[in-house]
């Protein structure tokens, strides 16, 4: 299954009908270039018109540091967005479980991503979900490029769209 079939199923209706309340939380080192994504992401979500259920948290490279606003929030789905190397062209996005993700971060920040989702899901009792982009550049001082002209920008856009129904 390809991640925006993961995302839209991810996103439907919880039994007693209504929209699950999201989490989205941006990860990464905005000065290492791709690593940025996360948070660049996060950039274009703030454009959507606020919503009760669906917080935005730009988790910079240090995510321990927003735990506490997200498990307050209560969310029933925690998406972590972050870089993640698979191989893949820069700009692909993978979806994963919490435990696919040991390895495939960038080590720009002191958690791993299987940890953090594991602590979210104990902590808050929600779902956690991980979306990896495929960094390119990730030397120091550069910008966000993964995937320019089919990048993350444009998944962003994606993102909120789907994000807007929740």
Known sequence: MNW???LQRALSPLPDGRRPRLAVVGIGQTLRG???AGP???G???ALPP?????LVDAGHA???CLGPIIRFRPDVILLIDAARGG???GAVVWLRPEEAEGRGGSTHTLSLAMLGGYLAAESGAVVHIVGIEPGERRLWRRVVAGR???HGRRGDYYGRLLAQA
């Open 40 to 42: 660049a992401v996060i």
């Open 149 to 151: 002209g089919a990048g």
């Open 63 to 65: 995510p321990e540091n």
């Open 88 to 90: 893949n062209e820069p």
């Open 34 to 36: 791709d690593d940025g």
């Open 44 to 46: 274009r979500l703030a």
């Open 51 to 55: 919503h009760e259920a669906l917080l």
């Open 4 to 6: 925006k079939s993961c």
